[in-house]
Structure formats: structure tokens, C-alpha cells
């Protein structure tokens, strides 16, 4: 039973609810011998939620795996992501080609949640709103 104790903070921390998650591993670490299961366990998860342009559930996971391995930063994931990206960008201009511009913002916004200061999708989305005409919008992503 204890195994589902790293799933079940998983499952918090999606939920936003980073303190109850953060108990629930506690509890889980009190009785286990090593933190690497669950720091392992948070890195798959961080690849999973990367494969399916799930940005935002990646960077939840990712932030709590950095405090965990008490670090700033990690260059395998951060390329990973960039990978996952690159690919979902692909996504986009299909997308767009076939004029479903609700779906290539979708992907533009997950993007985002990942990492907001990507200068070029706030450029790419800002275009994109002003293709579809919502021009408040476009202006606010071009500003």
C-alpha cells in the first residue's frame, strides 16, 4: 500500500494542492529508505507530461523535483522540453494551415505555462490573434 503514497502527492500537486502532496511524500519518506524513488518517479512524470504537451502539469512537477534535488535547474529536462516544444510548434502550423486557430492557441498557452518568457510564442500567438481579428489580444501579446 505504501507504493501509491508517491502517486497519491502526485495526484495533489496536479491538484495545486502542493502542501498536502508535500505530507503525503513526507509521510512516504519517514518509512522508506531513500528519497531517489520518488525523486525517479517525479522525473518520469515530468517526461510523461512533456510527451503530451501537458506544459503546465510538467512545470508543477518539474518545480517540486528541483526543490527535492535541491538544485536550480536541469539541462536534460530543460532540452527535453525544448524537444516536446519544437514538436508542438509543428503542431501549430498544422494547425493553423488548416485554419483551427482555437487549437493552435491551445498549444501556444500550453507552451507558455511552461516557460513565459518565450519572447517568440508571445510574438507567434499575438500574430495569431490578429489573423482571427481579436486584436486587443494581440496587441497585449505584442506589447
Avoid at 14 to 20: D, G, M, P
Avoid at 24 to 48: G, N, P, Y
Avoid at 120 to 136: C, E, F, V
Amino acid at each position: 500500500m505504501t507504493d501509491y503514497y508517491p502517486y497519491l502527492g502526485l495526484a495533489y500537486l496536479l491538484l495545486e494542492q502542493q502542501a498536502t502532496a508535500q505530507e503525503i511524500w513526507l509521510f512516504w519518506l519517514l518509512q522508506s529508505e531513500s528519497s531517489q524513488d520518488l525523486i525517479m518517479l517525479l522525473k518520469k512524470e515530468i517526461i510523461r507530461n512533456l510527451d503530451g504537451w501537458q506544459f503546465g502539469q510538467a512545470k508543477l512537477i518539474y518545480l517540486q523535483w528541483l526543490e527535492l534535488e535541491e538544485i536550480a535547474g536541469d539541462e536534460e529536462i530543460e532540452n527535453y522540453a525544448l524537444t516536446a516544444i519544437n514538436s508542438c510548434l509543428q503542431e501549430v502550423q498544422e494547425a493553423i494551415n488548416r485554419r483551427e486557430y482555437t487549437l493552435a492557441e491551445d498549444f501556444y498557452l500550453r507552451i507558455l505555462s511552461w516557460r513565459e518568457q518565450l519572447a517568440y510564442i508571445w510574438h507567434d500567438l499575438g500574430y495569431l490573434y490578429y489573423i482571427i481579428n481579436r486584436l486587443t489580444e494581440s496587441f497585449t501579446c505584442l506589447a
